[in-house]
């Protein structure tokens, strides 16, 4: 993966919509780790759109629970584990 946005407050939700078309429109593999009150940036129709094009987009279960309990989640549920992990993997980490 070249970039990974490691959303972490929903106020990221217009900056990382526009990072991920431009990353998109660049021919970057491009994912998300969204964590905190972070994970409800899924609820913003701009940023689901432009996550379409994302290679992987996971959700710290924890937060998933705390801030959009009883909601379906539209994205892979995993732990910190798996935000490490996609932080080893990426070329870039970009924190929002």
Same mark, same amino acid.
């Given at each position: 993966m070249?970039?990974?946005l490691?959303? =972490?407050t929903?106020?990221?939700?217009?900056?990382a *919509? *526009?990072l991920g078309?431009?990353l998109?429109?660049e021919g970057a /593999?491009?994912?998300?780790f969204?964590? /905190?009150d972070?994970v =409800?940036?899924? /609820?913003?129709a701009?940023f689901?759109d432009?996550a379409?094009?994302a290679e992987?987009?996971?959700?710290?279960e924890?937060?998933w629970?705390?801030? &959009?309990?009883?909601?379906?989640?539209p994205?892979?549920?995993?732990s910190? =584990?798996v /935000?490490s992990?996609l &932080?080893?993997?990426?070329?870039?980490?970009?924190s929002?």
């Open positions: 070249d970039v990974l490691h959303i =972490t929903p106020d990221a939700a217009p900056v *919509a *526009a078309r431009a998109s429109a /593999n491009w994912g998300c969204l964590t /905190n972070g =409800t940036v899924l /609820n913003d701009g689901v432009a379409k094009d992987r987009i996971a959700v710290c924890h937060s629970d705390l801030h &959009m309990a009883g909601q379906d989640c994205a892979e549920r995993g910190q =584990t /935000n992990a &932080m080893a993997e990426a070329g870039q980490v970009v929002l």
